[in-house]
């Protein structure tokens, strides 16, 4: 019954080994919005390398699990990660975090055009349609193109599923568009492992983090803002899907 995923990493504190030697691991998240809208953590995984077949058996054990369908995933700009969902949930529609690809583009502007840059860019993701969404990114290239090629190409690379909620009525848009809602999960988790030095083992860690985010989903007891309006418009995109979900 889980209509939206958001999947997140996390870079952790460094876990304690024999002779005091210190090794660092990323925590990997996979935040879920249910049917009612309320948000359900589903997994945590801790490795120390990331890819499209890390992310390939990550899926599986969610398949093994129970989740038999995903409407929309919200990623990060993982390479591998769009194909590694496609080939386990071929019908999820994948949606990269907007606010990923900003943060990561402007790494690359000069820090006294940031401002016209972030003006000029946030024609494109803000725009009401992915046409004129696509008008403004020409735009953005024939203005900065040749002083950022890189941000461009990134732009037009990704743009498949950059602009996946144009598609989508506002309500959906804001529900989808950023992995947000997974990085509030990490602010808890750093808040956890702040003032430890390291941990002794991978059992530790997790330990420390299940019991943390049990109190968070004390929390979780309201559906995400607009809910109602959202799932209306995706029991219409989405009909046949979420048949046998939803009391109409």
Known sequence: ETVGYWFGRWGCRRLLVWR?????????????????????????YLS??????????????????????ILIACVDGLKGFP??????????EVQLCVIHQIRNSMKYVASKNQKAFMSDL??????????AAEIALNDLEAKWGKQYPVVIQSWRNKWDNLSAYFKYPEDIRR????????EAVHRQFRKLTKT???FANEN?????????????????????????LALSQMAIQFEDRLQGFLDL
């Open 196 to 198: 430890k030095g390291g």
């Open 48 to 69: 120390d390398a990331e890819g499209a077949h890390y992310w390939l058996g990550v899926l599986t054990d969610l398949q093994n699990r129970g989740v038999k369908d």
């Open 122 to 131: 946030k024609k494109v993701y803000k725009a009401t349609t992915k046409n």
């Open 175 to 182: 529900v989808i568009y950023t992995t947000n809602a997974v």
């Open 83 to 92: 194909e590694a969902i496609e080939s386990i949930y071929p019908e999820t």
């Open 204 to 228: 530790s860690l997790l330990k420390l983090l299940y019991a943390g985010i049990l109190n968070a989903t004390e929390k979780w007891t309201h559906p995400v803002q607009k809910w109602n």
């Open 20 to 44: 005091l030697r210190f090794v660092s691991k990323a925590i990997y998240t996979i935040l879920a919005l249910n049917i009612e809208g309320k948000k359900e953590l589903l997994g945590l």
